[in-house]
């Protein structure tokens, strides 16, 4: 055998002895440089609007589940507590002199007809009634001022209030929303003390009703025909006395609602953190003016961190759920961590673009795609949360 054949045998001896030794190494597990570390990144935003007063947190702090984030001004959401409260106050007893007049017509009703037969006695039986309806009217008539005053007050707040924010819009202050909302609210104040008014006019006439009723009733005896004719038609005035007492005990459900409603609002005007983790992105200020919905920072809990691993299709054939593995992580000089793989996408990372590929709407390039797989690293492996999303790892899945 010449030279050159030798060499040339040597060669391939070479060849087949590099390739046998990278088919080994590389046999029974699939390796990728296409990977980070991944974790639930937490938007933390205001759920009411308000003026923010404290921020007692900064970007990259380490936070408790339940730590305070952002404090808002609650003096309006206090006082909106207060009038509910107050309000669900009047309902109940609004409620309670309603059930109570249900006996009280029913029982009127059966003695008004006994009465009206029998003449002086029915006399005094309606008296009895006038004087006790005269008597819920002018309580009605009171409670009505004491809603009219309130509600004077509410209506020259809410004025001055708009006056304000219009001034401060003429400045870009404040934004148009914010001054319709004020002055929508000051015209709804308007029209709530207008209707009061109406209310207070009304139990005037009805009062005056009531006394003109117990005169009559103080009349004489001649008048027991038509007393009885009257008495007749007390069971709708019972049925109606009830509807009223049923009216009357879901105004006290709706007011409870509202209740419920403004405590719940003075709750989220303090913004808690909903998990452990790190502040990030902090946009919150104090004298900001927020939005309920508007974001103020974000939220990684890193004791809750995985790494997304990128693997070509022609790599997954062999791999599976629970496959033991190991992630070297670039920023720490190759440190390895070890985990499992948890699962692997429904679909590969290009279908689940912005604008995935259609093939069939133009020349077709077959391109090997990506599939994604979530590996889960075993516990208590980084104590010191030295992992971040987004950090490059090279993961090593071990097929066999």
Known sequence: MNKPAKIAVAVALVAGVGAGVWWWSTRGHESTDDAQVDAHVTPVAARVGGTVVHVPVVDNQQVKAGDVLVELDTRDYQIALDRARAELATAEADAAAANAAVPITTATSKSGVVSAESGVEESQAASDEAQHNLDAMAARLAAAQARLVGDEAKATRDERNADRLKGLLAKDEVSQQQYDAALAQAESAKATVAESRAQIREAELAIQGARSRLSQVKGAQQRAGAELASARTEPNQIAATRARAASAVAKVDQQKAAVARAELDLERATIK???????????????????????????????????????????IDQMRVGQTAEVEVDAYGGQTFKGKVESIAAATGSRFSLLPPENATGNFVKVVQRVPVKIVLDASQDPNRLLRPGMSVTPTVYTR
């Open 273 to 315: 953190a909903p998990s452990d983790g790190i502040v990030s992105r902090k946009s919150a200020e104090p004298g900001q003016v927020i939005q309920a919905g508007q974001p103020l920072m974000t939220i990684v809990p890193l004791d809750r961190i995985w790494v997304t691993a990128n693997f070509k299709e022609t790599q």
